[in-house]
C-alpha cells in the first residue's frame, strides 16, 4: 500500500446528523451531560509516555470534570480485545469503555461483535481508507518502527537491520511488547522481515521470525520487554519501538543516558493504531465524548506533541492550525519517504505467521 493515503485529509464540510452517530453542538451537550451522569471513563493499554497520552487524558479530565480509570498500561493491543471479551457482563472497574488497538485488531474485533460504532463529528477529515465505513474503527494516528539506543553503553548505533546481527550489539537488542499479542512488537518482526526479504510483504512474516531466530542465535536479542527504564538502566540497551516512543524517551531521559533514535534505511514500516468503542462499555456517553475529544484539533494536536502523526494532520495542515514549533521537534520528512503502510490483509497474513510460528521458529518467551 503506498504512503500517500496517509495524507489525503480532506476539508470538507462535516454533515450533521444524529441517525448517523455523527454529533452536532446539541449533541455534544447531550454527550456531556450524559458523561457527567457516567461519571468516568475506563480506557486500557495507554501508557502515559506514548504518544502524548499522558496529557491528553489529563486534559480531557480536566475539560470534562471526569474520572479517567486507566487499565493496565503496559498492555498489549490482544489484551485490549481479551479485555472486552472477559468483561462482556461485567459493568465494573476491570471493563474498558475504549480501545486503541493495532489496524489488523480493528476489523476483526468488528467481526467478533466487540465494537459499536460511532462516528465523531470530524469523521469527513478521516481518510477513508484509514476508518471502517460503518464506524466501528477509526484511524488515530500513525509512526513508523525505529532503533531507540542507550548511547552510554552502544558506541556504535545500527544504520539498518543487517546492522543488529552484529558483535556490537551483543545482549542488546529488545522489542518493546510480546510478538504474540503485542501489535508493535508484531510490526518490529514484520519490519525486519520486509528488510531481510528486500520489500517482499508476502514473505516479510517468515523472513522476520529467521531474523529474530537468528539475532536470538548470535545471542543479541534480549528476552525481555523494553521499556523507558529497562533502556536508562542497560538492561535493554537497544529497544525496536515506534519512533514517537523513542523521541519521547529521548526528552523524558533528558541526556541521562544519551538516547539516538535511528530510522533504519530499509524496511520502514509505518504502523496505524485505531480508537474503538466496546459494544460492552459501561460508560457509552464518556466513551462517544472521548472520542470526539481525540479528534477535535485540540486532540490531534495533542498526539502530534506527542511526536505522532495524527490521522488528520493533513487537514490540520491545509487550515494553518499546526504550530511551527511543533513541526520543528518533528524527525526530517526524508526519513520516512521509504515508509511502507501495509495493507489490511497484509498486515492480517504477517500477524497469523508472526504470533503463531515465534514460539517454534524463535524459541524467545518474551516477558
Not at 476539508?11 to 455534544?28: D, K, L
Not at 498489549?76 to 480485545?81: F, L
Not at 519501538?241 to 534505511?265: E, H, I
Not at 492480517?348 to 516477558?367: H, P, R, S, Y
Amino acid at each position: 500500500m503506498k504512503k500517500t493515503w496517509a495524507y489525503l485529509g480532506t476539508v470538507a464540510a462535516v454533515a450533521i446528523c444524529a441517525s448517523t452517530g455523527m454529533a452536532s453542538a446539541a449533541s455534544i451537550d447531550d454527550l456531556v451531560a450524559g458523561a457527567k451522569q457516567e461519571g468516568q471513563l475506563t480506557v486500557i493499554a495507554l501508557p502515559r509516555d506514548w504518544c502524548g497520552y499522558g496529557a491528553l487524558i489529563d486534559g480531557f479530565k480536566t475539560k470534562y470534570g471526569l474520572k479517567v480509570n486507566e487499565l493496565n498500561p503496559d498492555a498489549g493491543s490482544g489484551d485490549e480485545v481479551e479485555a472486552i471479551k472477559a468483561n462482556k457482563s461485567n459493568k465494573g472497574p476491570q471493563a474498558p469503555d475504549v480501545i486503541d488497538v493495532g489496524l489488523s485488531f480493528g476489523p476483526t474485533a468488528k467481526t467478533d461483535g466487540l465494537l459499536a460504532p460511532y462516528k465523531v463529528s470530524t469523521w469527513d477529515t478521516i481518510p477513508a481508507s484509514a476508518k471502517d465505513a460503518d464506524g466501528a474503527w477509526y484511524g488515530d494516528y500513525y509512526g513508523v518502527l525505529a532503533f531507540e539506543v542507550n548511547k552510554d553503553i552502544v558506541k556504535k548505533s545500527p544504520t539498518d537491520w543487517a546492522d543488529l546481527l552484529g558483535a556490537d550489539y551483543k545482549n542488546a537488542v529488545a522489542v518493546a511488547g510480546d510478538p504474540r499479542a503485542s501489535n508493535q512488537a508484531i510490526q518490529a518482526v514484520f519490519a525486519a522481515g520486509l528488510s531481510g526479504a528486500n520489500g517482499d510483504i508476502a514473505k516479510a512474516g517468515e523472513a522476520g521470525l529467521k531474523f529474530f531466530a537468528d539475532l536470538n542465535k548470535n545471542g543479541n536479542f534480549v528476552p525481555v520487554i523494553g521499556k523507558v527504564a529497562s533502556l536508562a538502566q542497560g538492561a535493554t540497551p537497544l529497544i525496536i519501538r515506534w519512533d514517537y516512543n523513542a523521541l519521547a524517551d529521548r526528552d523524558t531521559l533528558k541526556g541521562n543516558p544519551d538516547v539516538d533514535v535511528v530510522v533504519p534505511k530499509s524496511g520502514v514500516v509505518a504502523g496505524v493504531y485505531v480508537q474503538a468503542i466496546s459494544a460492552y462499555a459501561p460508560h457509552p456517553n464518556a466513551a462517544k465524548l472521548w472520542m470526539e475529544y481525540l479528534y477535535s484539533d485540540e486532540g490531534q494536536l495533542g498526539w502530534l506533541k506527542g511526536y505522532c502523526h495524527p490521522i488528520r494532520f493533513q487537514d490540520l495542515a491545509n487550515n494553518k492550525k499546526i504550530p511551527t514549533d511543533v513541526l520543528a521537534k518533528l524527525p526530517p520528512a526524508e526519513a520516512y519517504a521509504k515508509a511502507v503502510f501495509p495493507t489490511l490483509d497484509e498486515q492480517g497474513k504477517a500477524k497469523e505467521v508472526i504470533t503463531k510460528q515465534w514460539d517454534a521458529v524463535v524459541g524467545a518467551n518474551v516477558k
